[in-house]
């Protein structure tokens, strides 16, 4: 049976604000070994374009991909190579992602989520709606805070979640990136820390990290009085790993349009890499982890 190819999908405006992303999107490329599908997506023709100027609408699509083109072959240097597909669409590019993200073949969806108003650029709101409902993880970078390789992966974890589907892909990222693995679990209680469960279920964790021939460190983060998400945003700023990875919140399931309050406050509080995973099942979680 021939092997299904896996694609990282990176969504890039071709402008001065996309060529960090780009840059972003090609070092994970490089690293993971696969191929890179880099999408532009441009504004909808109106309902008259569409069904009376059809010729017009078309040549808008044949010039954006010009564009694309070009722009990528400028960062990249060279010839554009073959695992590196170009790809313009017209739309709303949230409904374009999402449609996207239920392809068994894609690992993941590569998203700017600086505060920017340029063309194409995501609003918070556009990319908690991403997040929330994406079949596939959401990888969300910053512009300006781009990282060059990955040596540290964190992941925070909770004693009432489920952290198998994380843990997968914290394994898998950090076997391609030879990278340690930091287990963040946080303390609410005003109790020994070596007496806690956190630490108990964090050593756990540790343990079948280690047989996985995996470097593995645990950091308990004292709460208290202070919000889960404000302790684990001070870590980030203070150790900087260059990826966190964490669970969208199971309210979503409810809303099923908003992530959780301490996801949307880590995606968007943290200027690192922050790649987060829905609770929907994917394909890919079977069939490529």
Same mark, same amino acid.
């Given at each position: ?31 993971? #070994? ?46 554009? @190579? ?26 993941? /969806? ?37 990282? @060059? ?11 009432? #979640? ?28 005003? /109790? ?14 540790? #343990? ?37 990875? /964490?669970?969208?919140? #199971? ?21 690192? @890499? ?6 929907? @099942? ?8």
């Amino acid at each position: 049976m021939k092997q299904k190819e896996y694609s990282i999908l990176a969504l890039i405006s071709p402008n001065k604000e996309g060529e960090t992303v780009l840059k972003e999107a090609l070092y994970l490329q490089s690293t993971l #070994q696969v191929k890179l599908v880099i999408l532009n997506v441009i504004k909808e023709p109106g309902f008259f374009e569409r069904n009376f100027q059809t010729e017009e609408s078309e040549a808008a699509i044949n010039d954006a991909k010009t564009e694309l083109t070009n722009f990528v072959k400028k960062v990249v240097g060279k010839k554009i @190579p073959k695992d590196i597909v170009l790809s313009v669409r017209a739309g709303n590019p949230v409904n374009v992602l999402l449609e996207k993200s239920k392809a068994d073949r894609l690992e993941f /969806i590569l998203v700017d989520k600086s505060s920017n108003t340029y063309p194409g650029a995501l609003s918070k709101d556009e990319i908690n709606e991403l997040v929330s409902l994406s079949r596939c993880p959401v990888l969300t970078v910053d512009k300006d805070f781009g990282v @060059p390789e990955i040596k540290n992966i964190a992941i925070p974890i909770d004693i009432a #979640q489920s952290t198998k589907k994380r843990l997968l892909w914290a394994k898998f990222l950090a076997k391609k990136h030879q990278a340690k693995i930091t287990i963040l679990s946080t303390l609410k209680a005003d /109790i020994d820390v070596n007496k806690s469960l956190a630490l108990k279920n964090a050593r756990k964790i540790q #343990q079948s990290l280690w047989e996985h021939d995996l470097e593995c460190d645990i950091k308990i983060l004292k709460v208290y009085n202070q919000e889960s998400h404000q302790v684990i945003l001070d870590y980030m700023k203070e150790e900087k790993p260059e990826l966190l990875i /964490i669970r969208t919140h #199971q309210e979503s399931i409810f809303s099923n349009t908003n992530i959780g309050k301490f996801a949307a406050e880590i995606v968007h509080g943290s200027k690192l @890499p922050v790649f987060a995973v829905n609770y929907t @099942p994917n394909p890919v979680d079977s069939l490529f982890l």
